[in-house]
Every structure is written in structure tokens, then in C-alpha cells.
């Protein structure tokens, strides 16, 4: 049997457009993000807006988000896991990418959490300490 491209991830489609969310195959688990679209210098820019999670389907969630935040969002991606990766697995990946935008400047504040407990928990700047 041949090896998977990656651990986690067994599919994703990035920067579509919003209305293409309802092609989105049902009942899928995995990570999504929400982009803001706009131009600078010339360029198609997609400024992150949010990054969520989901162990149900995607759909519900992008339906959701277009409805109590449709005017923040214009485009979105989708990773969708393996079957064998755990919901908390997928709830500890998206605390990892909402800790690392929880101190950017530029990061929409839909997406800004205190801190990812867990990771708080095992944090150590301490490199000695790490035996």
C-alpha cells in the first residue's frame, strides 16, 4: 500500500471563493480558515481572518460563520484529516494556530484566544530544563 502525503492531512482546498462553500463534501472533519481578500501592490492578498475547527462537518460551520460574520470573510480553506486522527488531535492543531496569531498585530480578533491552555501547560523558554 502506498504511504500518504501527510500524517494529518488527507485533503484540502485553499482560497475559494465564499460561495463555493456549499460544495464542500458533507460531514467532513478537519481545520478551516477565513481570508479576507483585497489587492496591494498589484497582488491578490488573503489577510487570515480566522482559523477553526471542526469534528461534525464543514459545511455547518462555513454556514455559521457566513451568517454571524459573512461581511469579515471572502474566501476560505479546508484540511480535512485522516479518519484515524482523534477530535482532540484536530482541537489541539487548532489551538497550535490560534496560539501563534494570538500576539500578531495584524491578526483579525475574531481569531485572537488568550492562550492555548495545553500549551501554556508544557511551555518551558528555559532550554536547560529541557531534558
Known amino acids: 500500500m502506498p504511504e500518504s502525503q501527510l ?15 456549499t460544495l464542500v463534501p458533507k460531514k467532513r472533519r478537519g481545520l478551516y480558515v477565513l481570508y479576507d481578500q483585497h489587492r496591494s501592490n498589484g497582488r491578490e492578498m488573503y489577510d487570515v481572518v480566522y482559523i477553526g ?10 454556514r455559521s460563520h457566513e451568517k454571524h ?5 471572502t474566501h476560505f ?13 484536530i482541537a489541539e492543531l487548532e489551538g497550535l494556530f490560534r496560539h501563534l496569531y494570538r500576539r500578531d498585530a495584524r491578526a483579525n480578533n475574531l481569531n485572537i484566544q488568550r492562550a492555548f491552555k495545553k500549551m501554556k501547560k508544557i511551555r518551558n ?3 536547560k530544563k529541557w531534558i
Do not use: Y
Request: glycine fraction near 8%; include cysteine.
Open 125 to 127: 523558554n528555559n532550554f
Open 69 to 73: 460574520k459573512g461581511d469579515l470573510w
Open 53 to 62: 475547527m471542526t469534528t461534525s462537518g464543514f459545511g455547518g460551520r462555513l
Open 77 to 89: 480553506s479546508v484540511f480535512e484529516v485522516w479518519d484515524n486522527i482523534r477530535d482532540d488531535e
Open 7 to 21: 500524517k494529518f492531512f488527507k485533503h484540502c482546498a485553499e482560497i475559494l471563493p465564499k460561495k463555493e462553500r
